[in-house]
């Protein structure tokens, strides 16, 4: 079978959402992975979207914005930002949460924000390269009962403490999140091109636990920016089938959000 680790990488984000769950879907490969597992085999789940677009059925390909025709013009029903996040999400009634990440450290933490020259230096200055903004994610960190990280693994991406915690994972490690009294209960997986991560019971600190028929172990630490540990009983992630090949591509029907690779 031909597929590219972008499709691998939203398919295998698109497991871990069940039958029957309250979701929300950020924009792009995690609105993928989602309509992907709406269709395939997460029935009657209940998705929204950052900007209020309820129970959509993307028309004609996934949209690249969170109100898109694509997404509202057959939703159930459609109102705003606060609603979404204010109400739904930040009263911890959303099961699950898929976001992206430009850079994301060892706890899961989420940097959106900015990179900048002198992270460590305690004065706030301006960034060397300013980000494309947390939009609804820190909502969805902090409220979700879980939610799962997607991005593409890069060293430059995957780093040992983000620059800037723009949606906060398991911060320090430990205990650390526990003492904020967040409503959600923190990342259950990071899903990337190469492999899935899921955080270490007591440190919170997250392990490579199943990597693809693409990948390799040591390549996924070759591309990690920490001293990445290894699951003792870390898998070989099941390769697509023929049917979640095609419903996947049923949802992305433009192939827009697939890339080579």
């Known amino acids: 079978m031909n597929y590219t680790r972008q499709e691998m990488m939203a398919i295998a ?124 994610a820190p909502e969805i960190t902090c409220s979700c009962k879980r939610y799962i990280i997607m991005a593409a693994h890069e060293k430059k991406r995957f780093v040992e403490k983000v620059d800037y915690i723009s949606s906060p994972g398991y911060l320090s490690g430990g205990d650390a999140r526990a003492r904020y009294n967040f409503h959600g209960g923190g990342p259950a997986l990071i899903v990337t091109t190469l492999g899935i991560m899921r955080p270490e019971p007591v440190t919170n600190e997250f392990i490579l636990t199943g990597y693809y028929h693409s990948s390799s172990i040591e390549e996924i630490k070759e591309n990690t920016g920490w001293d990445l540990k290894v699951a003792p009983d870390v898998q070989l992630v099941p390769e697509p089938s023929p049917r979640e090949l095609e419903n996947l591509r049923a949802v992305d029907q433009t192939g827009m959000l697939r890339k080579k690779g």
């Open 13 to 136: 984000a698109g497991r871990e959402i069940y039958a029957g769950e309250m979701a929300i879907f950020g924009v792009g490969l995690s609105m993928l992975a989602g309509h992907f597992a709406k269709r395939n085999h997460a029935f009657g789940i209940k998705d929204l979207t950052e900007g209020g677009v309820y129970g959509a059925t993307p028309v004609g390909g996934l949209p690249w914005g969170i109100e898109d025709n694509r997404i509202s013009a057959n939703a159930t029903s459609f109102t705003h930002c606060i609603d979404a996040l204010g109400m739904m999400v930040a009263s911890g009634r959303c099961d699950v949460g898929i976001i992206g990440a430009a850079q994301i450290d060892k706890y899961g933490n989420v940097n959106t924000t900015g990179l900048w020259e002198e992270p460590a230096n305690p004065a706030y200055l301006p960034p060397k390269t300013r980000l494309s903004g947390s939009g609804g």
